[in-house]
């Protein structure tokens, strides 16, 4: 059960990022217009603000533990 929740997790964030990326494309694309461009820069900069605060809450601190020994 905890692998098919983290799965589901990892496939939402990736979804997540995917669809900031592409709304940050059409945010470059000279053939929409000014106004659809303009919400789509910022819809896909705070998609992808939003997954960056995502994955620096989700990620360890350090990836293998430290061992700290105290001084005599």
């Given at each position: 059960?905890?692998?098919?929740?983290?799965?589901?997790?990892a496939?939402?964030?990736?979804?997540?990022?995917?669809?900031?990326?592409?709304?940050?494309?059409?945010?470059?694309?000279?053939?929409?217009?000014?106004?659809?461009?303009?919400?789509?820069?910022?819809?896909?900069?705070?998609?992808?603000?939003?997954?960056?605060w995502?994955l620096?809450?989700?990620m360890?601190?350090?990836?293998?533990?430290?061992?700290?020994?105290?001084?005599?």
């Amino acid at each position: 059960m905890f692998a098919q929740v983290v799965l589901l997790a990892a496939f939402l964030y990736l979804c997540l990022i995917c669809l900031g990326g592409y709304l940050l494309m059409l945010a470059f694309d000279a053939e929409y217009p000014d106004t659809q461009r303009l919400q789509a820069l910022l819809g896909g900069g705070s998609i992808s603000l939003v997954g960056a605060w995502l994955l620096k809450v989700a990620m360890p601190r350090r990836v293998s533990p430290l061992l700290i020994e105290a001084d005599p």
